[in-house]
């Protein structure tokens, strides 16, 4: 029976009318076997239709309050009665049952969160400028995916938009030399989704998996919640030392970030890289590439990445994060061909496949070249503020400091020679009172070994007109400190 | 040193050198420990600058081709020449070691996919018009959030945006009764998520889960592919027969559907929901209320969630799949106090956060009431869908046919007296083959009882003018099977 006919004052009615007998039920002036009037009754005595009463009863009936027998009265149920308001004691005072995997996670340190306050000069790596962003070619490239003709809308494939991986695939031959199928590309919901589905599709609770030592904290953490039993390789000015990876049979998978190591910056060589895969295919272990700012390499050209040598062990992991912006939440795997299918069911299951609007946004604006002109855009620009860095760091530390991995990415780690790593917290907090955000590097090691105090610095979101004066602001407090001391 | 200045003409020249070195070292021209000829001497020879041969030397050494020692001519390394072919057999021959999950995931029956041929008349579950969309708010509310002012852009809270959160607080209490703190709301990307994280925070390898017979088929697979041990409910007309609950302790968690049984359509009656409640809070277990189309009730009013009885047991998870498009992927929860924690954490190392900017967008349309004056309009043409569908049913198949679930939703449930339950997927192929997608019921079943052959028809894409005609037609294609039985 369709409603639609009735005016709202009716709706309004029936339901005042199933509000106040739900009140007197729920307070007990009907009792469990009580007959409510007929409805022709009640409408005469309420002066209301008779379907505005039957409208309400019929709530009442489908809520379980009271129950009607052909041609009788309707009865107040047995176990109507329901109360609304709390009934039970708050969980506060219940411990829940959380999962092993939830479990784990609670353990974890908590992660650098969002809602911090605002500081005057933020070197917070994985921001991205606002001004940066290309506000006008994104409108419009969302627009027209929103006012595109359809069909319908239905649930999408969960490898993602069709035309989205199309024009992917073109881009990574163009911008990183990769040679894959369509059907290798899944669109993920950036790249921490794509570690997370690694883990889940390759890493059992007690499996073995290979990180880099210091080691990106949300690629640890998601192998520390999975219960993976994480063994950490030592990274040097050329990223892993793979001499000292341990015996492959049994090690599920390696995560490393070859172009530029994270955080200390080494572009892995092509010896190391060799010997990487070789010993990946030894173990038929697999390899998570996270090229996560391949896309920002200054002298020459970009280097080729691993899935070049390797594509059989290499899942390579790609994210817009730092080319449009982090909060879009857009990344891509180039995957080995018979991980597709494992990877494409447990993205389905995750969370369907990725949002619609944005995929096609992107396709449109890397089908149309502006994608790639903004990538340059951005290269030049980041360029810039890391020259600008560096020379302020120079001229305000000189050799009290020692920069490393410049020559790529979006940000530098900075070694205090004359700071103590035991101090590293406490003068991240000195500059924090000064407006300025400085990461600690030793968050990023399973046992760090350096004595000096480390940071990372990362200059993508700052205004280039800040740099400079974050930087002389640093020194200073730099300098009462070490006056302090 | 910044590469910024440098022409593309000497970038070009820089990378015609280092491809030419490249091959010569790889192709053995120059084998491990040969010496190249200094910078100086190679700019002379190529007519080019010295940092034109620098630039392109860098590379090498960076890529681990060559290295200098001070003062000395470049060699080439010993370990170097890489090849970029496929230097290891392709693992279609390899056999790839899959995680406990994905190998559950593989054994799972495939899910209906977006890529399957279009239909004239598609009665398929969970899609919606697109003629429906509200195109221009939702241009207007995404194109406000991409041009809005932002300091920077950075991961958001896991839990969401907060202008999203709090108008949602708003629409729940307005449109379903709940009053929520802020914090208890979370932000997931689709109802599909949702499900993921609770199965995730609270259900570990062989915890046992209370599902619902018939069960909404993607819940199942969550479940399945976590390694849960699930217990199957059986449901009738009002949902989930709770005297057939199993002793709660050990339980980790009931899914249910309790405002519309999905797909059945039973209605919670009051009794069974004080039962449900009363069984999770004897059990210390968490009871998932899935209100997928919580907004589409064309009598009198929704009915008050599950949730307002048992808010301490209950985790409520709403969508706007099915008033504004399953293409977006926006979802919440409302959690438990003591669960808000857990989830958040877990969404964290899940995905980071859901997409920014259609959060905001969400969140502008709630709060200008567009989104509500689009639900009101929904429900009023999804309503006059029902009503063209029942009525087409009626004169096309009277009582051959029983229709259930009317009184909500998006769908019903029609169950073929003349057609055996063994005969549902043949039916549906015949069906297929006419141009007219109609799903059978038996895929949601654990172990289907019905003698007859049901199937869901979703109602909520089609075209009001196409309903008719495709009803119609089903009945061609029913006459001339039974005629050929």
């Known amino acids: 029976m369709v409603q639609s006919g009735k005016t709202s004052r009716e709706i309004g009615a029936s339901r ?9 039920i729920t307070s007990g002036v009907y009792a469990a076997g009580d007959r409510l009037p007929s409805s022709r009754a009640l409408a005469d005595e309420l002066g209301v239709s008779r379907t505005t009463v039957t409208a309400a009863y019929d709530q009442l009936i489908s809520e379980g309050y009271i129950q009607v027998r052909q041609g009788a009265k309707p009865t107040v149920t047995a176990d109507g009665r329901p109360s609304y ?11 829940p049952q959380l999962s092993a995997y939830a479990s784990r996670a609670m353990a974890l340190p908590k992660h650098i969160s969002a809602d911090q306050a605002m500081l005057q000069y933020d070197f917070r790596y994985g921001d991205v400028a606002s001004s940066d962003f290309p506000k006008l070619a994104w409108r419009r490239a969302l627009n027209a995916a929103v006012l595109a003709h359809r069909e319908r809308l239905g649930y999408e494939h969960p490898a993602g938009n069709l035309a989205l991986r199309q024009t992917l695939q073109g881009y990574l031959w163009r911008a990183r ?23 889940r599709v390759l890493v059992d609770d007690g499996g073995r998996v290979v990180l880099e030592e210091p080691c990106y904290a949300m690629a640890r953490n998601v192998m520390l919640a999975t219960g993976a039993d994480p063994i950490a390789i030592p990274c040097d000015k050329d990223g892993m030392d793979t001499s000292r ?8 998978l390696a995560f490393v970030t070859p172009s530029h190591q994270f955080p200390l910056g080494g572009v892995l060589p092509s010896g190391r890289r060799k010997a990487l895969i070789e010993w990946a295919v030894a173990g038929n272990t697999y390899i998570i590439e996270d090229d996560y700012d391949g896309e920002y390499r200054y002298d020459v050209r970009p280097i080729p990445p691993l899935w070049m040598t390797g594509q059989d062990r290499v899942i390579y992991v790609g994210t ?13 795997m180039v995957l080995p061909d018979t991980l597709v299918e494992p990877f494409v069911r447990c993205k389905q299951i995750t ?4 949002a619609s609007f944005e995929q096609e946004g992107l396709a449109s604006m890397i089908e149309t070249g502006a994608y790639e002109s903004h990538v340059r855009k951005m290269r030049r ?8 860095f560096l020379k302020a760091m120079a001229d305000a530390f000189g050799d009290e400091v020692e920069i490393v ?5 979006l940000h530098v780690v900075v070694w205090f020679n004359r700071i103590a790593a035991s101090d590293e917290e406490r003068f991240a907090d000195c500059a924090r009172q000064e407006g300025i955000g400085i990461y600690p590097i030793s968050r990023l090691f399973a046992a760090p070994t350096d004595q000096r105090a480390g940071f990372i610095f990362g200059y993508a979101s700052m205004p280039v007109t800040l740099i400079g004066k974050g930087v002389d602001h640093l020194a200073s407090a730099y300098r009462s400190r070490l006056r302090l001391d």
Not at 85 to 95: D, H, K, L, Q
Not at 405 to 409: L, P
């Open 85 to 95: 308001a709390r009934s039970v004691p708050p969980t506060r005072e219940i411990t």
């Open 351 to 354: 969370d369907r496949h990725s």
């Open 320 to 332: 817009v994060s730092k080319t449009l912006s982090p909060t879009l939440r857009l990344g891509y």
């Open 245 to 252: 990876l341990p015996d492959p049979k049994g090690v599920a």
């Open 177 to 199: 030399g990769i040679e894959c199928d369509v059907a290798q590309i899944v669109i993920v919901s950036g790249s921490q989704q794509a570690l997370d589905l690694c883990a």
């Open 381 to 388: 620009l980041n360029a810039e503020r890391r020259a600008i």
């Open 16 to 24: 005042r009318i199933y509000l106040s007998l739900r009140d007197q």
């Open 405 to 409: 991995g410049t020559s790529a990415g």
